[in-house]
């Protein structure tokens, strides 16, 4: 049986830069893949997503066009292309990932399903065929998450698409129906609506993007309902069954019931933990209710020595925030620093179109928290910036504190809103209060300097 100092599961966000740097640190440490080095965010995450997004705001910007005194004539799509160049992108990102691990002294990558056999022992059922029993003193686990199916009658029977599956759709659908009004359902949606499809989205709760505050979710939704996205919310998904080449989807809404009738279904209710095929009962891992690693603020689970990072611990499920788990935990081990996750800032950015960013927090949570704050709102259509380029859609919103003028949170829902979010992040995690940003000098005409003008709402 070989013995590691270190064995990573998973070749995602979190395990890839980490079994680099603890090889290069001198440890022998093995990185165990069952399907493909990078991940969800490489190969069926942020990178596909965000690639093909591109194309649809090219459909979107061509149309638009004649707004700025430009005819383009018919927009056409050509969907094997947009699709070919996602391919591409996804490669190269994951190959560079792959070649970057090879290229690791001491950094051995084994492509299998990892199981724990053991406190410290895992069994790899290798993708080659065989298996390989190895051990080692740490273990970090990185096996992130799959799409969540949600029980609803007659869905099994029926060849739905997920956010994996969706990647490989070789036309554009019909009519596409969304069943989830978040993340993944919004941005696919909207991408699909532009390159022509039908869509329609329905969502549980009593608004979209639920956890935001209610003025954005209803400027997002009036901006996708004016594209001419269907949504439907407070919704119960009753039934589905599918008759030849269509699928009937049985939705309640208040006293509405309906027959939704679809060529294409996608699940985009959420995401679970891969914790269940691990064999943690092996290793005595604990995991929460909803299947996902319990660990402590320094990411160790209850045994010592065995590690979780990424999704599969559960909270915010971003990149960013599996990478910077990973920055933790090898500053913590190999640098002897103490850091935590505790109190990290998360900023996220839904790529819809406008984008939104978001850091801190909302209104909402302000109020809740029951805390001495005031609201900044600037539509963006107030924006120099934002008029100059026919890019109105949307505002910016910043919750701040009364008392010691520090920002709480913002929701900037704008064009490049995830890049002014970032602005306004910096400013947070560096002390600066919004009273110093009212007054701060930024180059003209650019979307940050509208922060100036954000903060002369607040007249305290
Ligand atoms: C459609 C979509 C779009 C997204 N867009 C964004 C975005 O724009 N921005 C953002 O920040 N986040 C986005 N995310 C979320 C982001 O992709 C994840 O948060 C991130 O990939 C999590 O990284 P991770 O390292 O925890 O896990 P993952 O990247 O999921 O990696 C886990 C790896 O472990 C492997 N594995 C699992 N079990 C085993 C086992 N038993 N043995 C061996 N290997 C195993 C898996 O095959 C996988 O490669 C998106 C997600 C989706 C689905
Ligand atoms: N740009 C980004 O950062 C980005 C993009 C895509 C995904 N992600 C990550 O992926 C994760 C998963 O995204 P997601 O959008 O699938 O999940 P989510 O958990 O964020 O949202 C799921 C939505 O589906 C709704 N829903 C659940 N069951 C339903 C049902 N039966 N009928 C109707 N609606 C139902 C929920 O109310 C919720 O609004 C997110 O947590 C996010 O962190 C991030």
Same mark, same amino acid.
């Given at each position: 049986?070989?013995?590691?100092?270190?064995?990573?599961?998973?070749?995602?966000?979190?395990?890839?830069? @980490?079994?680099?740097?603890?090889?290069?640190?001198?440890?022998?440490?093995?990185?165990?893949?069952?399907?493909?080095?990078?991940?969800?965010?490489?190969?069926?995450?942020?990178?596909?997503?965000?690639?093909?997004?591109?194309?649809?705001?090219?459909?979107?910007?061509?149309?638009?066009?004649?707004?700025?005194?430009?005819?383009?004539?018919?927009?056409?799509?050509?969907?094997?292309?947009?699709?070919?160049?996602?391919?591409?992108?996804?490669?190269?990102?994951?190959?560079?990932?792959?070649?970057?691990?090879?290229?690791?002294?001491?950094?051995?990558?084994?492509?299998?399903?990892?199981?724990?056999?053991?406190?410290?022992?895992?069994?790899?059922?290798?993708?080659?065929?065989?298996?390989?029993?190895?051990?080692?003193?740490?273990?970090?686990?990185?096996?992130?998450?799959?799409?969540?199916?949600?029980?609803?009658?007659?869905?099994?029977?029926?060849?739905?698409?997920?956010?994996?599956?969706? @990647?490989?759709?070789?036309?554009?659908?019909?009519?596409?129906?969304?069943? *989830?009004?978040?993340?993944?359902?919004?941005?696919?949606?909207?991408?699909?609506?532009?390159?022509?499809?039908?869509?329609?989205?329905?969502?549980?709760?009593?608004?979209?993007?639920?956890?935001?505050?209610?003025?954005?979710?209803?400027?997002?939704?009036?901006?996708?309902?004016?594209?001419?996205?269907?949504?439907?919310?407070?919704?119960?998904?009753?039934?589905?069954?599918?008759?030849?080449?269509?699928?009937?989807?049985?939705?309640?809404?208040?006293?509405?019931?309906?027959?939704?009738?679809?060529?294409?279904?996608?699940?985009?209710? *959420?995401?679970?933990?891969?914790?269940?095929?691990?064999?943690?009962?092996?290793?005595?891992?604990?995991?929460?209710?909803?299947?996902?690693?319990?660990?402590?603020?320094?990411?160790?689970?209850?045994?010592?020595?065995?590690?979780?990072?990424?999704?599969?611990?559960?909270?915010?499920?971003?990149?960013?925030?599996?990478?910077?788990?990973?920055?933790?935990?090898?500053?913590?081990?190999?640098?002897?620093?103490?850091?935590?996750?505790?109190?990290?800032?998360?900023?996220?950015?839904?790529?819809?179109?406008?984008? @939104?960013?978001?850091?801190?927090?909302?209104?909402?949570?302000?109020?809740?928290?029951?805390?001495?704050?005031?609201?900044?709102?600037?539509?963006?259509?107030?924006?120099?910036?934002?008029?100059?380029?026919?890019?109105?859609?949307?505002?910016?919103?910043?919750?701040?504190?009364?008392?010691?003028?520090?920002?709480?949170?913002?929701?900037?829902?704008?064009?490049? *809103?995830?890049?002014?979010?970032?602005?306004?992040?910096?400013?947070?995690?560096?002390?600066?209060?919004?009273?110093?940003?009212?007054?701060?000098?930024?180059?003209?005409?650019?979307?940050?300097?509208?922060?100036?003008?954000?903060?002369?709402?607040?007249?305290?």
């Amino acid at each position: 049986m070989k013995h590691y100092d270190a064995i990573i599961i998973g070749a995602g966000q979190a395990g890839t830069p @980490l079994a680099k740097k603890l090889a290069e640190a001198g440890k022998k440490t093995a990185i165990v893949e069952k399907r493909l080095v990078g991940g969800t965010c490489i190969n069926d995450g942020c990178t596909p997503t965000k690639a093909m997004i591109a194309s649809a705001r090219a459909v979107y910007q061509a149309k638009k066009a004649s707004d700025l005194g430009v005819d383009i004539g018919d927009v056409k799509i050509n969907f094997k292309k947009i699709k070919q160049r996602k391919d591409d992108i996804v490669k190269q990102f994951r190959e560079s990932s792959e070649k970057g691990i090879n290229n690791t002294k001491g950094l051995q990558l084994i492509f299998g399903t990892a199981k724990f056999s053991g406190e410290k022992e895992l069994t790899i059922a290798l993708n080659d065929g065989g298996e390989e029993k190895i051990t080692a003193d740490l273990i970090f686990i990185n096996t992130g998450a799959k799409t969540a199916i949600p029980e609803i009658e007659g869905l099994d029977a029926i060849d739905y698409l997920t956010s994996t599956t969706i @990647l490989d759709l070789e036309a554009v659908p019909e009519h596409l129906v969304v069943i *989830g009004g978040n993340y993944i359902g919004l941005e696919f949606g909207q991408m699909f609506n532009r390159f022509g499809s039908k869509i329609t989205i329905l969502e549980k709760s009593s608004g979209i993007i639920a956890k935001e505050d209610q003025d954005i979710s209803s400027a997002l939704t009036e901006i996708l309902t004016n594209e001419k996205i269907e949504i439907i919310t407070d919704v119960k998904v009753s039934k589905i069954s599918r008759d030849k080449k269509q699928i009937q989807i049985a939705v309640e809404s208040g006293k509405t019931k309906k027959n939704i009738i679809a060529s294409h279904l996608l699940i985009a209710a *959420g995401r679970i933990p891969q914790t269940a095929d691990l064999g943690l009962e092996s290793c005595g891992v604990k995991l929460d209710d909803r299947g996902h690693i319990l660990v402590n603020e320094k990411l160790e689970t209850n045994i010592k020595g065995i590690y979780a990072l990424g999704d599969v611990k559960g909270g915010p499920a971003f990149t960013h925030i599996a990478y910077n788990d990973y920055t933790i935990v090898y500053r913590n081990l190999i640098e002897g620093t103490n850091y935590s996750i505790h109190d990290r800032p998360v900023p996220y950015c839904m790529f819809t179109d406008p984008q @939104l960013g978001r850091i801190g927090i909302s209104e909402k949570e302000a109020k809740e928290q029951k805390l001495n704050y005031e609201v900044a709102v600037l539509p963006m259509a107030y924006v120099a910036r934002g008029i100059e380029t026919n890019e109105t859609l949307g505002l910016m919103k910043a919750v701040v504190d009364v008392d010691t003028k520090k920002i709480l949170g913002a929701a900037i829902l704008a064009s490049e *809103g995830g890049e002014i979010m970032s602005v306004l992040q910096m400013a947070m995690e560096g002390g600066i209060t919004y009273d110093q940003i009212r007054y701060c000098v930024f180059a003209h005409p650019t979307y940050t300097e509208s922060l100036n003008n954000l903060f002369m709402k607040i007249h305290k």
